[in-house]
C-alpha cells in the first residue's frame, strides 16, 4: 500500500489594485486616492487616456 500524505498548501491572496474612474466630455478623471480617506468629497484628476483597438494590443503582445 502506498502512503499518500496530505500537504497543506498555503496560497497567499494578492487583492486587485483599483481606482475609481469616469468619464465626461471625452475626459477620463481618476479619484484621487489620499483624498479619498481624508476627505469625503474627494477630488478627481483629469488623465490622458487613448482608447486601443484590440487588434493592436494583439499585435504588441509576445508570446512564448
Not at 465626461?24 to 478623471?29: A, I, K, L, P
Not at 487613448?50 to 499585435?59: A, R, T
Amino acid at each position: 500500500m502506498i502512503n499518500r500524505r496530505k500537504s497543506k498548501k498555503r496560497y497567499a491572496k494578492k487583492g486587485i489594485d483599483t481606482q475609481h474612474v469616469f468619464t465626461e466630455n471625452n475626459q477620463v478623471f481618476v479619484k484621487n486616492k489620499a483624498s479619498y480617506k481624508a476627505n469625503p468629497k474627494s477630488e478627481w484628476s483629469p488623465i490622458t487616456f487613448k482608447w486601443v483597438s484590440i487588434e493592436k494590443v494583439q499585435d504588441c503582445l509576445v508570446l512564448e
